[in-house]
């Protein structure tokens, strides 16, 4: 029979030193396994994070970004948009100051030397009255100060009108409603009993020729258009 024997007390203070020194060990071995554990969690959570502001950060810039890139092009479009209004502006004002002047100079055309060619303007005035309406008998309105004028200018009109269209005509004057006297002259020719009117009073003459000469104008003044496309 195997006899058991009694630990002294020193054998279990030493039994008991073993066992606290091992306890101990194992909770620092855990301890430092559960900071390890939380300092990597913590560096993932931190890199998260960080990742996560950055690209807010880059969002929030690249809206600020994006914001003032529009603002610089309305800006610049705005500034371009006036200038060119400035541009066609003065260039509109230089054409009405022509075209002004031109009015001006139609207004004397009656007048001083240049009245001695009124009679030949006004009978090639009739003229075209008279190709345009080819008819028998026509009318002519005018200024009353022209009247006489007039009449010899509808005579070599439809001399003319003769030798060339091999047609007879005969021009009156409508003395019922005769064109302002403060008008730049010119007839209006009537046909028809009254229904057709050719208006060819200078004035008249000059807004076709403003019309119809405006684009050659402006582009013998400013260059040709590089924006167009299209011409007529």
């Not at 006297?181 to 009117?197: R, T, Y």
Request: proline content about 1%.
């Amino acid at each position: 029979m195997s006899q058991s024997h009694a630990l002294s007390d020193d054998q279990v203070a030493g039994e008991l030193r073993k066992m606290t020194a091992f306890i101990r060990q194992e909770a620092f071995e855990k301890a430092r396994e559960i900071n390890l554990k939380a300092d990597e969690e913590f560096a993932i959570e931190k890199s998260k994070l960080v990742r996560q502001e950055t690209a807010s950060i880059d969002q929030l810039y690249e809206k600020k970004f994006k914001q003032a890139s529009m603002t610089q092009q309305i800006t610049q479009s705005t500034l371009a948009n006036k200038t060119r209004l400035r541009v066609l502006s003065a260039r509109q004002g230089l054409l009405d100051d022509l075209f002004e002047r031109a009015r001006e100079e139609v207004t004397t055309a009656a007048t001083g030397e240049k009245g001695a060619n009124y009679e030949k303007i006004l009978t090639g005035l009739i003229l075209e009255g008279l190709y345009a309406l080819n008819e028998s008998k026509v009318q002519v309105r005018a200024r009353k100060a022209d009247y006489e004028t007039v009449k010899k200018s509808a005579e070599a009109a439809s001399k003319e009108f003769k030798d060339k269209a091999g047609k007879e005509t005969t021009v009156e004057i409508d003395e019922s409603e005769p064109l302002v006297e403060d008008s730049a002259g010119g007839v209006i020719v009537l046909g028809s009993n009254g229904k057709i009117e050719f208006n060819n009073t200078l004035e008249e003459r000059l807004r076709l020729l403003e019309a119809d000469s405006l684009p050659t104008v402006r582009e013998m003044l400013f260059g040709k258009n590089e924006n167009r496309k299209f011409y007529d």
